[in-house]
């Protein structure tokens, strides 16, 4: 059983930064790629960036260039740093994982870019 417990959510003028953070209960965080999603009003949740055990990161392409994705294994924590925010990053932000084929999802966090 996997907990994943996220914050950092908030308001924020367009072009502003937020950090989000997403503290992973359990062993092997360090085993498993991390990933976020986010999900606005009507619209169906998509896939944000994503972090390999190993360091690799992706991105989808709205958001490259603007957000990391980084880790620290010792923390089982996953971040989000958010730069130059635009109103259509507006939507509840989730993290995720996978273990043993069984998916994981945090309680979400919102975010809400005004312009």
């Known amino acids: 059983q996997v907990q994943l417990v996220e914050s950092g959510g908030g308001l924020v003028q367009a072009g502003g930064s937020l950090r989000l953070s997403c503290v992973a209960s359990?062993?092997?965080?360090?085993?498993?790629?991390m990933a976020w999603y986010r999900q606005a009003p009507g619209k169906q949740r998509e896939l944000v960036a994503v972090i390999t055990s190993g360091g690799i990161t992706n991105y989808t392409d709205s958001v490259k260039g603007r957000f990391t994705i980084s880790r620290t294994n010792a923390k089982n924590t996953v971040y989000l740093q958010m730069n130059s925010l635009k109103p259509e990053d507006t939507a509840v932000y989730y993290c995720?994982?996978?273990?043993?084929?069984?998916?994981?999802w945090g309680q979400g966090t919102q975010v809400t870019v005004s312009s």
């Open positions: 995720a994982t996978d273990r043993y084929g069984v998916r994981y």
């Open positions: 359990g062993s092997g965080f360090s085993r498993n790629a």
